[in-house]
Structures are given as structure tokens and as C-alpha cells.
């Protein structure tokens, strides 16, 4: 089924640790996004990729890092977490970066720093 | 500072009734709005969307108003069911701005509760 697959459903982190949230599409989307969802702000754009080989800051980039090496796969690294990242991630992509077209979102992880 | 706002974040209704769920804005660029689904535990789906060349687009059990004057936007869902129980979140985008045009800015959601 084409769709966004992300991974791990779940993580408990240890405040302090590195961890790699992953996002693969076979949608073959140009463009793909990192959201993070919080209770009263809704979901709020991390990173974004309007292509391969090319990425961007959202609204709330501090703290995340992105790579694009291929059109598949878009992960988000974490390098040292903090209770603040405590969140509900979502990876979308979308056909084009031109356009804003409906986005296909994948499940979601939902991290938890302790 | 949020440039899409959802006031209400719940709402609950009964069934056959009427939903109304609304948005403002900010950015006087936008252009395209949409709304968003959400069910526990799954990614928000795309359920509809207006332009800023139209006030008003229908699909269904589902109409999307739009004001430009007052910088909102309304989803009107005509008879609702318990099915439609879920968050919703408006969502807006500068298709126009460089660089900016798939970018989709998202309020906070409003959880609605259809009631048999």
C-alpha cells in the first residue's frame, strides 16, 4: 500500500540521548515535512524538503536536524534530547513543493524524554 | 505568534445537526486553506479546500466558507455522525511567496463529538 511509512510507533528517551525518527514514502513526492504536534498549538513545521539533496527550517527547527541524500527517505535526528521534545511527530509528503496540494501523513511517533 | 487559530478546541454535537468549525487567520498572503481529519493514533487526511478566488467549496456532507474581508474561514458539516468524531485542523498557504507555496501552516485543531 504507497503510502508514508515512520518508525518507531513509540520511544521512551533518556534526556541527553541521540535518536533517529524515520520517514520513507514510495510515493516517489518531491516534497516532504516534519511536524510536531503538541495539545493546544496544533501541528507546527519543523523541517521541510522541497527536494532531493535540499532542505529548510520550519517554525520550530532548534534542536532537529534533517537529510534528503534520496527522494525516498527524509529522517529527523535528535541530538541530544530535552523533555521539551516530548511530542507527537509526523512526517507528510507532498507531489510538489510549488503547490499546497493535501499532504499524505504517515502515523506518527510519539516520543516521550524523560 | 499564530498565523492560524482555531478558538474552540472542542466542540460537541448531535447527531443529524449541524457541525460548524471555524478558523481565522492572520497572513494576508494566504491563499489555499484546507482542512485536516485526525483520528487517535493516525496522521491527519485531507478532507477539503478552498482558494482565495472562491468563498465557498462543497463535497458532500462537507462546505468550506471563506471571508477574505474578515480573514476567515468556516467547515460546515451537514448531517453530521458519529463517524466524524475526530480532531480537525484547518490549515493555510502562501502559494504565491517564494519558496513558500507547499508550505502548510496548521491551527490548533478542534476536537469534535458527534453524539448518537
Known amino acids: 500500500i504507497a503510502g508514508i511509512t515512520q518508525a518507531p510507533t513509540s520511544q521512551i528517551l533518556a534526556a541527553g540521548r541521540r535518536m533517529t525518527l524515520r520517514c520513507t514514502q514510495d510515493?516517489?513526492?518531491?516534497?516532504m515535512y516534519w511536524y510536531r504536534q503538541d495539545l493546544g498549538l496544533g501541528l507546527r513545521l519543523i523541517h521541510y524538503?522541497?527536494?532531493?539533496?535540499?532542505?529548510g527550517k520550519g517554525e520550530v527547527p532548534d534542536g532537529y536536524s534533517v537529510s534528503r541524500a534520496n527522494t525516498d527517505d527524509f529522517p529527523l535526528t535528535l541530538a541530544s534530547a530535552v523533555p521539551s521534545q516530548t511530542s507527537v511527530y509526523f512526517c507528510?509528503?507532498?507531489?510538489?513543493?510549488?503547490?499546497?496540494?493535501?499532504?499524505?501523513f504517515g502515523s506518527g511517533t510519539r516520543l516521550t524524554v524523560v | 505568534d499564530q498565523q492560524v487559530k482555531q478558538n474552540s478546541p472542542s466542540l460537541s454535537v448531535q447527531e443529524g445537526r449541524i457541525s460548524i468549525l471555524n478558523c481565522d487567520y492572520t497572513?494576508?498572503?494566504?491563499?489555499?486553506f484546507l482542512w485536516y481529519k485526525k483520528y487517535p493514533a493516525e496522521g491527519p487526511t485531507f478532507l477539503i479546500s478552498?482558494?482565495?478566488?472562491?468563498d465557498k467549496n462543497e463535497d458532500g456532507r462537507f462546505t468550506v466558507f471563506l471571508n477574505k474581508s474578515a480573514k476567515h474561514l468556516s467547515l460546515h458539516i451537514v448531517p453530521s455522525q458519529p463517524g466524524d468524531s475526530a480532531v480537525y485542523f484547518c490549515?493555510?498557504?502562501?502559494?504565491?511567496?517564494?519558496?513558500?507555496?507547499?508550505?502548510?501552516?496548521f491551527g490548533q485543531g478542534t476536537e469534535l463529538s458527534v453524539k448518537p
Open positions: 507528510a509528503s507532498s507531489d510538489s513543493a510549488a503547490d499546497p496540494y493535501g499532504y499524505t
Open positions: 510515493m516517489r513526492h518531491n516534497a
Open positions: 524538503s522541497n527536494t532531493a539533496g535540499t532542505t
Open positions: 497572513n494576508s498572503m494566504f491563499d489555499y
Open positions: 478552498i482558494s482565495s478566488i472562491k
Open positions: 490549515a493555510a498557504s502562501a502559494s504565491t511567496v517564494y519558496n513558500q507555496g507547499g508550505k502548510l501552516i
